[in-house]
């Protein structure tokens, strides 16, 4: 997929960052406005409060919230807390995670990007790099990618295992189980639809393709070795 | 070959560990944060899991076991690559080393900055002084108006010259330089990435700006007032500029003349001199803010005394740049 970065760690395993679009990043950016606007009201009243000495403080506050608000936030977190709302994170080209020179580089640059008009630079920008980098990330060595932390789901199917009639190729075996661990989160419909194109290959059988299709994801996970040793034979 | 389900029975209790672990460490508070001999186990969980991850990957278990593993070992290698950051040593390196030395390295780009910048301030400056007519083809007339109105030796009220001037605005003045300078100063960086053509504009058209200023103000006889406010914090507000548009022009450089490197290398590369740069103009942009809030107004002070601090500041300003960071060797 080419909204996939593949990393190599030094370990030699290869591992896949999931870039962030301009689409998702805009809507981080959106929250991430409302935030400031939030902390800018009661500043404001602040202000009415304190006369002279308010102003200044608010002008401090101001400038801060214009151009440190996510650089402290990418140091503490990785990401502003509008990218964080949306499962985004600031990371590197290599992977690792933001460090203060990027962090600054990118959002200093933020300026640039936003010319002429919201954004307009740091959308052409995105759209013509192939890693959805603005030009602050180009410059900062930084990408913005999807991070979430996913729980396994491998409860055992209520379905017998039943063996495939003929043998499959390792793809074919991983896509079938690919199907058993989505299907709960499919419609039926589209359920049926796919596991009769899973189970083509054996139609005349009686049993619903669903059942059929999880049986045989059930065998390849947990056929006992005495069977693999059938099969073989 | 061994099935998934064992595979999966085999390592769960270490996934299950890892996991536990890693959200340990993603927690605020330090106290329920793994202990030193925890922290001693990551290294060898985590090339386990590469490990896992790699045969699952080969074997071509279920998507959503290689999804988990990838995503575990994702997290594992953020916790394991992570630089730790210290303020307090950053920031003194950086100020006793870091960022002279990167300015000294660049000085060819410097030079170039500050020729946009004092060489437009000058011209424009003598010119304003032996043309005042020129002024008005620079500012509008409202301006021109403030501005002879501030700095009128004949009034009383004028910037830096009166009791009035108490410490309440003072503070607010120092709010406002704070956020207008610095923000002019970043501008002006950033510029740098449009092929250098924001840089240019910035350094040229404050330049003019200044240079018109203060050349007008000479030639009516208002130089006193005007010079007396401006001296001290000068150093600090014109040299923060110059290096803001020198490390613009460094990221231009790397977009106009990469070398041979490709144009995202060299970008990369030279933003992180850059970075710095900016980041030293930043302070020099507080201490001017500083010096213009709560020292260029104040009044009763013998106008030599002004410029006699406004010299010395220049002179630690640059023997600063100059000297500092000299005798640092690279390790």
């Known amino acids: ?233 | 070959m061994i099935k998934q389900s064992q595979f999966q029975q085999q390592h769960q209790s270490t996934w299950n560990q890892c996991d536990d672990l890693l959200d340990r460490l993603e927690l605020l508070k330090k106290s329920k944060r793994p202990d030193a001999s925890e922290l001693l186990k990551l290294p060898d969980l985590y090339s386990d899991l590469c490990q896992q991850l790699a045969i699952a990957q080969s074997r071509c278990y279920s998507p959503g076991l290689i999804e988990y593993l990838h995503n575990l070992t994702l997290r594992f290698h953020d916790h394991l690559y992570r630089r730790e950051f210290r303020l307090g040593n950053t920031l003194l390196s950086f100020l006793t080393t870091d960022f002279p030395c990167t300015l000294r390295m660049h000085r060819r780009i410097f030079t170039l900055a500050c020729l946009m910048f004092f060489g437009t301030m000058l011209v424009v400056g003598v010119l304003c002084y032996s043309y005042p007519d020129l002024i008005y083809s620079i500012m509008d007339d409202e301006q021109i108006a403030t501005m002879e109105y501030m700095y009128n030796p004949a009034q009383n009220h004028v910037l830096g010259r009166t009791q009035k001037h108490e410490a309440t605005s003072r503070v607010l003045m120092f709010g406002f330089y704070i956020r207008n300078n610095t923000g002019i100063g970043f501008q002006t960086f950033a510029g740098g990435i449009l092929a250098g053509i924001g840089t240019a504009f910035y350094l040229i058209y404050n330049g003019l700006i200044l240079g018109a200023v203060s050349g007008y103000l000479t030639q009516l006889g208002y130089g006193t007032p005007f010079w007396s406010f401006v001296s001290g914090h000068s150093a600090f507000e014109l040299t923060a500029i110059a290096i803001s548009g020198c490390a613009g022009l460094l990221l231009a450089k790397a977009i106009l003349l990469p070398g041979n490197q490709t144009r995202r290398e060299a970008l990369r590369i030279e933003a992180h001199s850059a970075v710095i740069l900016i980041s030293g103009a930043a302070l020099l942009f507080l201490a001017a803010a500083a010096v213009e809030g709560f020292w260029s107004p104040t009044a009763g002070i013998p106008v030599h005394v002004k410029y006699a601090v406004g010299a010395m500041l220049w002179m630690l300003l640059i023997s600063y740049l100059v000297f500092s960071g000299r005798n640092h060797h690279a390790n």
């Open chain 1, 1 to 233: 997929m080419d909204t996939l970065y593949s990393i190599e760690t030094p370990e030699g395993v290869s591992l896949d960052l999931k870039l962030a679009g301009p689409v998702v990043r805009c809507g981080a950016w959106l929250i991430d406005v409302m935030i400031r606007s939030a902390v800018y009201l009661p500043a404001l009243l602040m202000i009415a409060l304190t006369g002279k000495i308010g102003i200044a403080v608010f002008m401090i506050v101001l400038f801060l919230m214009e151009w440190f608000y996510p650089v402290v936030f990418e140091l503490l977190w990785g990401a502003t807390p509008g990218k964080r709302a949306l499962g985004l994170k600031v990371v590197h080209t290599n992977g690792t995670p933001v460090r203060w020179q990027a962090s600054m580089i990118r959002n200093l640059l933020r300026s640039a990007d936003f010319l002429p008009l919201f954004y307009g630079f740091g959308v052409v920008a995105m759209l013509c790099s192939s890693r959805f980098q603005r030009l602050g990330d180009l410059a900062a060595g930084t990408l913005v990618v999807h991070y979430q932390k996913t729980r396994i789901n491998l409860s055992p199917s209520e379905v017998t295992a039943l063996q495939p009639p003929v043998t499959l190729s390792l793809q074919q075996r991983q896509a079938i189980m690919a199907f058993a661990e989505r299907h709960t989160a499919l419609s039926n419909d589209r359920a049926l639809e796919l596991a009769e194109h899973l189970a083509s290959w054996h139609p005349e059988s009686e049993i619903d393709p669903v059942k059929r299709v999880l049986g045989y994801a059930r065998w390849y996970s947990e056929a006992s070795s005495k069977t693999v040793i059938g099969d073989i034979s």
